[in-house]
């Protein structure tokens, strides 16, 4: 560069040869600092083309080009393979429609353990909605399958003559497609409720609900949980079902508490004996029966399949009579749920006192 010439320069015209030493020692340090730094910048380069240059593209597929911009897309996809998981939740995965087989595996199971009654719940209109009531059904069979539903196809195939006593082969065939509500269409669930509201000395119905007031006064999962705790207590003491042979299953991950308003809040325990006691011997039947929560109940287990189509066609009906009175809002529709043509009608609209739930952040000071 310039400067070493400069100093070359000096030397060639002073032929100073005292001054060669400490110049040439000058001219050294300065070279040896040039090439450093030359060396850092290429380490730097280097790194830089190992990090950028091969960037995973699909699965096996590299690109040779240099990137100075990596998507976040490719970046999830690259950890996600590193980590060798699927990028994809399981959750937002479509869910199977289960067999008549598995849907009916545990209630045969707990039949044979001598729990004749078993209590399917299961609610329509959760945290999904921010309109309408919170509505929970209960359901229980009356008879065993044996009686009225061929489970495997060569039982269907072969004794379908002898089931024809209690339900017609339309009704079974209808039966035989009782599934999650979410994976059957309006016609299909139509239809069930249709059979089991038609055969009463075989299914044993209850129905609750909240109201949106309700929902707003102590929140959605206590209003609930009410919900399940009264469609189970109104269907057992309508139909008079011993509790030893009780077993109820309620969809999600919690289990109500029953027979909450006859037994009074007290802070000694051995006088909450005595009252559950006295409860028992006034009414002759034991403290309690079993109550377990089963998340996806309603996809895996025939009775809580059976109490969410209930609920939702219930449901759909109480939406309709709204949808009736206030048709700007499109209840029919929607049905309630937080989609986005509900929410710009509320923005556009207005919110309704006793229809929308006012609590919730959609409608909160609409």
């Known amino acids: 560069n310039y400067s070493e010439l400069l100093l070359l320069q000096i030397i060639y015209e002073e032929n100073c040869t005292?001054?060669?030493?400490?110049?040439?020692?000058?001219?050294?340090?300065?070279?040896?600092?040039?090439?450093?730094?030359?060396?850092?910048n290429q380490a730097a380069v280097a790194q830089f083309r190992r990090r950028h240059q091969k960037i995973v593209v699909g699965d096996g597929e590299r690109s040779s080009s240099l990137s100075h911009y990596q998507h976040p897309a490719t970046t999830q996809l690259r950890l996600a393979n590193k980590r060798r998981v699927t990028p994809t939740k399981r959750s937002r995965q479509k869910k199977k429609r289960q067999s008549l087989e598995t849907l009916t595996e545990l209630e045969t199971d707990l039949h044979a353990r001598g729990f004749c009654y078993v209590i399917g719940c299961d609610d329509s209109g959760g945290a999904g909605c921010v309109a309408g009531p919170v509505v929970v059904a209960s359901c229980c069979l009356l008879r065993p399958y044996s009686s009225f539903l061929p489970i495997t196809s060569s039982e269907y195939s072969s004794d379908s003559a002898v089931f024809e006593s209690l339900v017609s082969a339309s009704a079974m065939d209808t039966l035989r497609n009782v599934n999650d509500c979410k994976a059957l269409t309006v016609t299909q669930r139509q239809e069930i409720y249709d059979v089991v509201r038609s055969h009463q000395d075989i299914f044993a119905i209850s129905v609750a609900h909240r109201s949106p007031k309700e929902i707003d006064d102590i929140n959605l999962t206590r209003a609930t949980q009410l919900a399940f705790a009264e469609s189970i207590e109104t269907l057992v003491d309508k139909y008079k079902l011993p509790f030893e042979e009780i077993y109820a299953i309620v969809d999600g991950k919690v289990s109500p508490k029953l027979y909450a308003s006859q037994r009074q809040q007290s802070t000694d325990a051995s006088k909450e004996e005595e009252q559950l006691e006295t409860y028992s011997e006034q009414q002759n039947v034991p403290n309690y029966f079993s109550v377990r929560p089963y998340v996806n109940g309603d996809a895996e287990v025939y009775t809580v399949a059976l109490a969410s189509i209930i609920a939702r066609v219930e449901r759909d009906s109480m939406m309709q009579k709204i949808h009736e009175q206030h048709p700007l809002y499109g209840f029919a529709d929607h049905s309630g749920y937080g989609r986005r043509d509900h929410i710009e009608a509320i923005h556009r609209l207005g919110s309704i006192e006793g229809v929308h739930r006012m609590s919730f952040k959609q409608v909160k000071g609409r």
């Open 18 to 40: 005292m001054m060669l030493y400490p110049i040439k020692v000058i001219l050294f340090s300065t070279l040896l600092e040039i090439s450093t730094i030359h060396a850092f």
